[in-house]
Nanobody
Framework: QLRFVESGGGLVQPGGSLRLSCAAS????????IGWFRQAPGKEREGVSCISTSGASTQYIDSVKGRFTISRDNAQNTAYLQMNNLKPEDTAVYYC??????????????????WGKGTLVTVSS
C-alpha cells in the first residue's frame, strides 16, 4: 500500500522552530521530486518549497526564503522541512507531495502524483 505520511506539526510561539517529516512507504522516494505545500484557513493551497530527486536543486517561495530549508534522505525514504523563525502567517496545514517529474519548476513541484494527509502547524503566542 502506498503511503505518504507527514509528522512534526504542532503549536509553536513566534520565532520558534519546527521540523516536519514526510515518510514514504510502498514506493521509493528517490525517484520523485518532493514538494511541501500549505493551506491556511480560508486561503488556497500554495506551494512552499521543492527539492529535486538528487537534492541538488531546491526552490522556495519568497515568504519563507532564509527561514525554511527543505531536504531529503533517500536512504530513509523521508523528506524534511526545517522551519525556523516561524511567524503567525505560517500557520497552516502543511502537506508533502511527490512527483515523477524529477526537477523543480519555478513555481515548485510539478504535477504531484502522491499527497500526504497533512500536519497542522500553528504559530501563536
Amino acid at each position: 500500500q502506498l503511503r505518504f505520511v507527514e509528522s512534526g506539526g504542532g503549536l509553536v510561539q513566534p520565532g520558534g522552530s519546527l521540523r516536519l517529516s514526510c515518510a514514504a512507504s510502498g514506493f521509493t522516494l528517490e525517484n520523485y521530486a518532493i514538494g511541501w505545500f500549505r493551506q491556511a484557513p480560508g486561503k488556497e493551497r500554495e506551494g512552499v518549497s521543492c527539492i529535486s530527486t538528487s537534492g541538488a536543486s531546491t526552490q522556495y517561495i519568497d515568504s519563507v526564503k532564509g527561514r525554511f530549508t527543505i531536504s531529503r534522505d533517500n536512504a530513509q525514504n523521508t523528506a524534511y522541512l526545517q522551519m525556523n523563525n516561524l511567524k503567525p502567517e505560517d500557520t497552516a496545514v502543511y502537506y508533502c507531495a511527490a512527483s515523477t517529474f524529477r526537477l523543480c519548476i519555478e513555481s515548485g513541484l510539478y504535477d504531484p502524483n502522491y499527497w500526504g494527509k497533512g500536519t497542522l502547524v500553528t504559530v501563536s503566542s
